[in-house]
């Protein structure tokens, strides 16, 4: 199976700030790569798909990008609301999750 | 907007068969360009894709979970279900319902998601 390492596994930032994460492949996976938001008790939400296409009704302030095997995925001006944890996901080869970066907000 | 709701037991027993249901609302199940799939999350580990069905009935399983894992689809009922047998204290969980899109990409990922459910399984 495709491993997918997230760093860092936690951040805390201030609303304003700018955060990034990154989500590294142990093999290239082209562009087949999302990011979605957890909160805990709710259901997952797509933030990023094909490595750096905005999901419907996601914020412009977040961003992904990468290709192959590193990725990153972006928040500038970070809100209160962003308090979550943010997972990658490869959907090259049986689908496969990302251990998770928390972000908490000061 | 779709919503997906997952329903089923929150407690089993060790070699018990669970058995989860997805209820899909706001859309069609029978939309052949998706297909609907099962997440899960032990505590303390990644996300785990067990699999998918698609409206047709046809499936695709993860091959650590394929000799417990059966899927299948009501679309009279607009739900899709999970069964997996041979339960162990591993398979302790909060389970996901999800939608696999790819709209005009190459790409799938999970756009709709249920807020899952916890099935813990223990004697």
């Known amino acids: 199976d495709i491993r997918l390492t997230q760093s860092p596994s936690s951040l805390s930032a201030s609303v304003g700030d700018r955060v990034t994460f990154t989500c590294r492949a142990s093999q290239n996976i082209r562009n087949n790569l999302n990011w979605y938001q957890h909160k805990p008790g709710k259901a997952p939400r797509l933030l990023i798909y094909?490595?750096?296409s905005l999901q419907s009704g996601v914020p412009s302030r977040f961003s992904g990008s990468g290709t192959g095997a590193d990725f990153t995925l972006t928040i500038t001006s970070l809100q209160r609301e962003d308090g979550a944890i943010y997972y990658c996901q490869q959907s090259f080869s049986r689908n496969t999750f990302g251990q998770g970066s928390k972000l908490e907000i000061k | 907007q779709l919503h997906l709701q997952e329903s089923g037991p929150g407690l089993m027993k060790p070699s018990e068969t669970l058995s989860l249901t997805c209820t899909v609302s706001g859309g069609s199940i029978s939309n052949s360009s998706d297909s609907w799939v099962w997440i899960r999350q032990s505590p303390g580990k990644a996300m785990e894709w067990i699999g998918n069905?698609?409206?047709?009935?046809?499936?695709y399983y993860n091959p650590s979970l394929k000799s417990r894992v059966t899927m299948s689809v009501d679309t009279s009922k607009n739900q899709f279900s999970l069964n997996l047998k041979s339960l162990t204290a591993a398979d302790t969980a909060i389970y996901y319902c999800?939608?696999?899109?790819?709209?005009?990409?190459?790409?799938?990922?999970?756009?709709?998601w249920g807020q899952g459910t916890l099935v813990t399984v223990s004697s």
């Open positions: 999800a939608r696999e899109g790819g709209g005009s990409t190459p790409v799938t990922y999970f756009d709709s």
């Open positions: 094909a490595a750096s």
């Open positions: 069905v698609f409206s047709s009935g046809s499936t």
